[in-house]
Structure formats: structure tokens, C-alpha cells
């Protein structure tokens, strides 16, 4: 059973997403505050953590980042805003999906089962597939990237696209594209989101950014 972590100082909201992962067959596991959140993933393992922004105690974007210094569950932001500085900001905090309150909670189960789903299909698909090439090694099965021998850390959501451009390494690959195998048919952002994650990704492989190459109204290439 996949277990999921909802994070929400608002009980209502907390009980609406509970009802509805249950039905959808999840185990659920509540917190009121980013601190109970952080100690709850010290303890324990889930599959997904949905996540307010604005908590007492400590915030959404503050918790992620402490989570993110030793586990890598995807994250599924909530938030009252839309505007797109919080959206870039979420991004850069290493947060895979971002969803506006008020929300529908079938769209939400939605999101939450297409990022499991990919994880899933990823993880059964690259098993034993390491790719090592001047100065870049990926363990696939690992899911682990060195760099010049030095292991860095990415957000899941950065592995997913960096793990789909090495496979598809001296490809040109659209925008359209990459946006559809990466983030899936139900996916409602736009190609601001897929540019803040390549700039981000860039900045992760250092000396080696260039690798990531800009075609100019097509898409990026990864030169392997």
C-alpha cells in the first residue's frame, strides 16, 4: 500500500485529502506544521508528501528543504497563491508538482498517481542501467548522478528529467515533448517550468552545464 504524508495546518483540508487518498486505496499519515513533518520523515518512509505552503511553525518551501537533506519523496506543494514566483520558488526547492487551493481533490489524486505511477515505471525500467561518459556517471537503479566522481544531490523531479535526457542523449528534443514523457498527459504548467528546471539542472552539473544544449525554437539536446 503507498503511503502518503499530508502536511496542513488547516484540519478540514487535511480531512478532505485523507478522505479521498483512502478511498483511493493510500494509507495516510497527517502533520499540522512543517517541524512535525520533518521529524514524521526522519521516522518514516512515504512514497509522496502533499504540503502546504504557509504553515506555523516552519513553512512548506523550509520543511522541504530540510527533508531534501535526507530523503528524496516527491512533493506535491499546496498553495493559496498562483502567482508564478512561488511556482519558480517551489521548483527550485526541489518540489515535483504545485497545486492552488481551493483544488479539486480528484485532480489532486490524479497528480499524486501520475507521479507515482512514473516512479514507479522508472524504477522497473532502469534497473541495472549505469551511463558513464566524460565526467558524468548515472546509476539509474540508484538514482544516483557523480559528477567527476563526486555524488550530487537533485530533486526528484531532476533526476526525472536529467535520467530522460541522458537516455535520449544527441536527440533533439522538443519542448512538447520532454513536458509530456516528464511531467505527463495532465500536466497544466507551461514552458516556464520546464526552462526554471533545465537552468537548475544546468547549475547541478557545474563545468559540465554545456552538455545541456538550447535548440532555438525546438527544445534542448543532451550531448553525450
Known sequence: MRKILVVDDEENIRQIIFKYAKFEGYEVQEASNGIEAVELCRKNDYDIIIMDI????????SACREIRKFKNTPVIMLSARGEE??????FETGVDDY??????????????????????????????DIYDSNGIK??????????????ISMSPKEYELFFYMVKNKNIALSREKIITDVWGYDF?????????????????LG??????????????RFEG
Do not use: Q
Not at 504557509?54 to 518551501?61: A, S, V, Y
Not at 514566483?85 to 517551489?90: E, L, V
Not at 497544466?188 to 547541478?204: E, N, P, Q, V
Open 54 to 61: 504557509m504553515m506555523p511553525e516552519l513553512d512548506g518551501f
Open 85 to 90: 514566483y512561488d511556482r519558480i520558488h517551489g
Open 99 to 128: 497545486v492552488v487551493k481551493p483544488f479539486s481533490p480528484r485532480e489532486l489524486m490524479m497528480r499524486v498517481s501520475a507521479i507515482l505511477k512514473r516512479a514507479g515505471v522508472e524504477d522497473k525500467e532502469e534497473k541495472h
Open 138 to 151: 548515472v546509476d539509474f537503479t540508484g538514482r544516483i548522478v557523480y559528477i567527476d566522481g563526486e555524488r
Open 188 to 204: 497544466y504548467g507551461g514552458d516556464r517550468t520546464l526552462d526554471t528546471h533545465i537552468k537548475i539542472l544546468r547549475k547541478s
Open 207 to 220: 563545468k559540465y552545464s554545456d552538455r545541456i544544449v538550447t535548440l532555438r525554437g525546438v527544445g534542448y
